[in-house]
């Protein structure tokens, strides 16, 4: 064996020293199919060298605590790697034949055979070792056409080809094994990060997956040409306009005597001045900008409160644009009224255009409707909100983007 494998090595060293330039591009096919073959020729016969070193105890007699402990330092691999080697020569001397026969003649390689006595091994515990011995010349034949990632793909329908009669209790039985090892993984992760964040993570079963991708999808789209936003980003606007729309259906399940709401506590005097920040009612902080957003669409409770804090008098509800003028509002706009956005109305705040604390009175003629995306935008940035000379919203963009400053209009609700 050491004769001939250094024959190989010496002759493996004379092509490599060969000027590929010279040949014609059917030789260099030719040559990469050689090369292949006697790639995975040579994977076979290191496999059968592991495995032979391993059931001998060759490592452990040498001082490893393994024999992939002893591979890793012998050939400087990866633990990974050689943890997968020896595994992969014992599985390789467990196969059938016709597997070990295919991968020593080049017609597979080592990924392939992976999948191949792994399915080999689950049509066996399924159907019996005949219609085993039938998987393994289905998936052969398929390794010929089919990459590991596809080769595995069609393996888990092998019971379709070889044991018909036996296929459709076990996509059952796989399916209730799925199932259950979903039900079983499934959690969300909350982390609160130190400055106030949350990190989410978590595995969603099938059901809920769907029920979220159908949520989310049509909100995570880009806005417009303008939208500047990260996929993740967008993802992570889409959930929050989710969760705004169950606040605002009123459903939810009370928490702790009370309806699900968010609480914002500022000073009315900061608010009215652009100056005060806010809390919410979990201890996180909010800058002023955000409390006058939030304070768009949003119930504002007037409270008296003595030198430490606490509430000796609570007024009631001061404004709230709800009820009839909602509905005006949403027969008004249609959606959110952003040039260009098709976001529809239970996806919008009700945004004063003249902000309450400046003043501003809630009614018809103030009030715009916003998707959440776009109600930030206008806090934030620069566009500027007006009702045009037949009642509809109109927005002036900065003059960056355009110095005539011309208004601009959503054409994307269709007017009747």
């Not at 040498?62 to 633990?79: E, P, Y």
């Not at 009123?250 to 652009?274: C, F």
């Amino acid at each position: 064996m050491i004769d001939a494998l250094e024959h190989a090595e010496a002759a493996v060293a004379a092509c490599f020293d060969t000027a590929a330039w010279a040949a014609s591009e059917h030789d260099l096919v030719a040559a990469l199919d050689a090369t292949h073959r006697l790639e995975q020729r040579l994977a076979a016969v290191k496999l059968s060298l592991v495995r032979e070193l391993d059931g001998r105890g060759t490592a452990t007699a040498q001082g490893a605590s393994s024999t992939a402990v002893w591979l890793r330092d012998r050939l400087r691999l990866g633990v990974g790697a050689a943890r997968r080697l020896v595994e992969l020569a014992a599985t390789l001397d467990a196969a059938p034949a016709g597997l070990r026969d295919a991968l020593t003649g080049g017609s597979v390689d080592l990924e392939q055979v992976r999948v191949i006595a792994e399915t080999v091994e689950a049509v066996h515990a399924t159907a019996g070792a005949e219609a085993a011995d039938k998987a393994v010349g289905v998936l052969v034949d398929w390794a010929a056409q089919f990459d590991a990632v596809l080769l595995r793909r069609l393996g888990t329908r092998i019971l379709d080809h070889v044991a018909p009669e036996a296929a459709d209790a076990a996509a059952e039985a796989a399916l209730r094994a799925q199932e259950s090892r979903a039900a079983r993984d499934r959690h969300v992760t909350v982390s609160e990060q130190p400055d106030g964040r949350l990190r989410l993570s978590g595995i969603l079963d099938a059901e809920a997956a769907a029920l979220l991708r159908t949520a989310i999808d049509p909100l995570a789209t880009p806005t417009g040409p303008d939208d500047s936003r990260t996929p993740g980003q967008r993802r992570h606007d889409a959930v929050a306009d989710v969760c705004r729309l169950a606040l605002r259906t009123g459903e939810l399940p009370e928490n702790g005597g009370d309806l699900a709401q968010i609480v914002v506590t500022t000073a009315y005097d900061g608010l009215t001045r652009q100056l005060g920040s806010g809390a919410l009612d979990i201890g996180l902080q909010l800058t002023p900008e955000a409390v006058r957003r939030l304070a768009c669409d949003a119930a504002v409770l007037p409270a008296v409160l003595d030198s430490s804090g606490q509430p000796l008098d609570v007024g009631r509800q001061r404004r709230l644009i709800t009820g009839p003028l909602r509905r005006a509002l949403v027969l008004r706009d249609r959606g959110c009224a952003f040039p260009g956005c098709d976001r529809p109305p239970r996806w919008c705040d009700a945004h004063h255009i003249r902000h309450w604390s400046d003043g501003g009175d809630t009614s018809l003629s103030n009030a715009v409707l916003l998707c959440g995306h776009h109600h930030r935008h206008i806090h934030h940035g620069e566009w500027v909100v007006q009702l045009g000379v037949d009642g509809h919203p109109e927005f002036r963009p900065p003059a960056w983007l355009d110095p005539d400053q011309l208004p601009r209009r959503n054409h994307y609700h269709r007017r009747r």
